[in-house]
């Protein structure tokens, strides 16, 4: 599987925020082991999704970062702001994944215990043919949300008194 591919984005649907962007994935032996080992820092919007655990250690971690732990439903069993370099947190026995974030995280995304989180990976979605103006639809877009013509629906106007009345009356309310 490529870099791509093992990366993934948190989004909160709950509290309706992002916490991460670029979360890599690790679910093998090596990737649990190594984490964040390593790193010097983790950019704003990324992370490391522990995928199984319930607990961290953070010995040989220069940094902070913040802690969220997860349930087999994406659901935030626990919290952990700030988890400090040289320690090791109590296990939950409700998560089934950590994820490993930069500090702040949780606090700015407002997330709380019972927030139901969405967690998947980058999908490039498929694009129509080109409609000759440049612009391109994409297949997973509604039918209402498809342009209609080249440029857009075409609206007639009727031939109607009650437009050029209305535009006197706004000249008049200008003059006064």
Known sequence: MS????????????????LAFRVKVADSVLGRLVGLL????????????????????????????????VDK???????RELVHPFSITRPNFCAESALQLSAHAIFCSRTQIG???LIERY???EALKGNGDGRLGLKS?????APAEPYGPIIQIP??????SCNEGFAESKTR
Not at 3 to 18: C, G, I, L, P, S
Not at 41 to 67: C, E, K, Y
Not at 159 to 164: A, E, G, K, M, T
């Open 3 to 18: 870099k791509e591919q093992r990366q993934v984005f948190v989004y909160n649907k709950t509290r309706e925020t992002f």
């Open 38 to 69: 390593g790193r010097r820092s983790l950019q704003r919007d990324s992370g490391v999704w522990i995928v199984p655990g319930n607990a961290v250690h953070t010995i040989g971690v220069m940094f902070s970062f913040d802690l969220v732990l």
């Open 73 to 79: 439903n994406f659901k935030v069993v626990g919290l």
């Open 115 to 117: 927030d139901q989180l």
């Open 123 to 125: 999908a490039a979605r």
């Open 141 to 145: 877009l509604p039918l209402d949300f």
């Open 159 to 164: 031939p109607d008194s009650s437009l050029d």
